[in-house]
């Protein structure tokens, strides 16, 4: 399994933007599909974006689309969340997530339980 470190998060206000970066282990990365996904107190965990393995597929929630914009460099094994337009409702630990047997059909690269490897988190709060 690849391990996985989430950084970046932090405070902001309304409006401003935040860079969520997600640095993986191992020689494989590559061959990973990575996704975002976020958890607010008393919600449950959702998808927020996802990638494909070459980084040529992008996939987004309709709640952040125009707004996010996820990324991957597969030589230095990082998946980005670049946050811009930042509201209140976004607030929330987010989480990277990686799976090397992910597929995209019926949607499922949305559901968290498609994804066997997880960061722990970083908290993302934004104040209106």
């Known amino acids: 399994q690849v391990q996985l470190v989430e950084s970046g998060g932090g405070l902001v206000q309304a409006g401003g933007s935040l860079r969520l970066s997600c640095a993986a282990s191992g020689r494989t990365f590559r061959s990973y599909a990575m996704g975002w996904f976020r958890q607010a107190p008393g919600k449950e965990r959702e998808f927020v974006a996802a990638i494909s393995r070459s980084g040529g597929g992008l996939y987004y929630a309709d709640s952040v689309k125009g707004r996010f914009t996820i990324s991957r460099d597969n030589a230095e094994n990082t998946v980005y969340l670049q946050m811009n337009s930042l509201k209140p409702e976004d607030t929330a630990v987010y989480y990277c997530?990686?799976?090397?047997?992910?597929?995209?059909?019926?949607?499922?690269?949305?559901?968290?339980?498609?994804?066997?490897?997880w960061g722990q988190g970083t908290q993302v709060t934004v104040s209106s």
């Open positions: 997530a990686a799976d090397r047997y992910l597929t995209y059909e019926s949607n499922s690269f949305t559901r968290a339980s498609a994804y066997a490897s």
